[in-house]
């Protein structure tokens, strides 16, 4: 029998939108409306990133949601990026500790689902401690957390892919 594959909660800022993402050249660069904010953002991105983040999502390796204070605008983002419409961790539009709980509870809610986690955020996720245990108890949770300036790199997209393949 074939497992289900992870869930990758993916953050945008800091992890996708990185002032310096590498990747083998110059980011690309847009202005991002927020209606919610009601403020054009910019946004950078390293165009090799967000392909692989599709490739792994439409080949069924992970199945991504986004879990960030982008939720309820993701469709933008889908927009800028030629992405599917993806999973939501939720749909309202929390800042701060709000978007930090919501966070938490949507790794929780992955794990007590019985899916593997993925979750890649630059401040959410623990690198050490209590919270980091229990998420990654059993081999069942893979936490990432990038520099912020840098975002995902190519290592940890590879780090995904081999966790994601694992128990298969």
């Given amino acids: 029998m074939i497992s289900l594959p992870p869930i990758w909660l993916l953050d945008v800022d800091g992890v996708v939108n990185a002032n310096r993402p590498g990747w083998g050249g110059p980011p690309h660069r847009r202005g991002v409306w927020s209606a919610v904010d009601q403020y054009e953002y910019t946004i950078r991105w390293a165009p090799m990133l967000v392909d692989r983040i599709r490739d792994l999502h439409e080949n069924g390796i992970v199945e991504v949601v986004w879990c960030t204070t982008w939720c309820a605008e993701a469709d933008v983002l889908e927009h800028l990026w030629s992405l599917p419409t993806l999973g939501r961790a939720f749909t309202e539009p929390f800042r701060e500790a709000a978007a930090s709980a919501a966070k938490l509870a949507?790794?929780?809610?992955?794990?007590?689902n019985g899916r593997r986690l993925v979750w890649t955020d630059d401040l959410e996720v623990p690198n050490?401690?209590?919270?980091?245990?229990?998420?990654?108890?059993?081999?069942?949770?893979?936490?990432?957390?990038?520099?912020?300036?840098?975002?995902?790199?190519?290592?940890?997209?590879?780090?995904?892919?081999?966790?994601a393949l694992k128990d298969r």
């Fill in 106 to 112: 949507a790794a929780r809610k992955v794990l007590a």
């Fill in 128 to 163: 050490s401690g209590p919270l980091h245990d229990e998420l990654t108890a059993e081999g069942r949770g893979l936490l990432i957390r990038p520099n912020s300036s840098r975002g995902l790199q190519r290592s940890e997209l590879n780090d995904i892919h081999v966790f």
